[in-house]
């Protein structure tokens, strides 16, 4: 099954421990490319007494909560690695850590970007201010509140019989397929989404929709909820622009796909052990 147990991460911005705290845990990001120990195997946080050896300047930090009863901070950093650590983007971290610390990871880079991008209120322009209670940016002029943004967005495998349906976004490397995926529209469902989205980008009806799981994926900040559904009936008509070739694949005859550590991966996997 889908990973669905309860995380050992612990979310709290009021109770802000010491920055410098020894066994701290921090997050930096130069641009989306976190900050992390040079290891053989898994990418390691960085602790507060390793981010002194670093010439790394902090534009901002934020107190995410606490992973394993150790303080977490977010930060906006400039400069240049030293020796012995590396910046790495998220979806490089993908298989080689912890799931929980990938979506700690992702957590830290979201709320980096928010603050940045709600510096000024949306509405009359005047500085907003962090909220006292809430991870929230508050304006003090006209009152508009601002909370961490999350785009909810379906991930769906589509199957017929044994076959399974998979495409290739028109910007992936060349033999990389997976599942078909879109944002949900305002006003929508998430179950309407599914239909219009795979009707949108190859053209099939579908049927007996079924919700697998959820994961929180950074890229910039999506909520990815996954289904399986059953083909109904339609030829595959790839969307222009949008979707460059589509599918029906076998166990046997799998193109290159994701990893099982992205709900994409784990949706195959799981209906692959489903008819073996």
Known sequence: M????????????????????????????????????????????????????IDLEIEHKHFL????????????????????????????????TSQSLFYLAGRALQVVDWSENHQFCGRCGSPMQDHTSDRAKHCGSCG?????????????????????????NAN????????????????????????REVMEEVGLKVTNLRYFGSQSWPFPNSLMLGFHADYDSGDI??????????????????PQTPPKTAISGWLIHEFISQIE
Not at 31 to 39: A, F, H, P, S, T
Not at 146 to 166: A, F, K
Not at 173 to 194: H, K, N, R, W
């Open 65 to 96: 909560g606490h992973y394993a009863n150790r303080p977490c901070f977010a930060l906006r950093v400039r400069g240049q690695t030293s020796e012995g650590f590396q910046a790495v983007g998220l979806r490089g971290l993908l298989g080689r």
């Open 172 to 195: 992936w490397p060349s033999g990389m397929y997976s599942t078909l995926a879109g944002f949900v529209e305002a006003g929508e469902s998430i179950e309407q989404t599914v239909h």
């Open 237 to 254: 008509i790839c969307q222009p622009g949008e979707i460059a070739d589509a599918q029906w694949f076998t166990k046997n005859t799998l």
């Open 144 to 168: 508009l509140i601002n909370y961490p943004r999350l785009s909810p967005s379906i991930i769906v495998l589509v199957t017929r019989g044994e076959e399974m349906l998979l495409a290739r």
């Open 2 to 53: 889908w990973p669905n147990e309860p995380d050992e991460f612990v979310p709290n911005h009021e109770m802000q421990p010491e920055f410098d705290h020894g066994d701290a845990w921090y997050f930096p990001f130069i641009g989306n490319d976190l900050v992390c120990k040079r290891e053989q195997g898994a990418p390691e946080p960085i602790t507060a007494d390793d981010f002194r050896w």
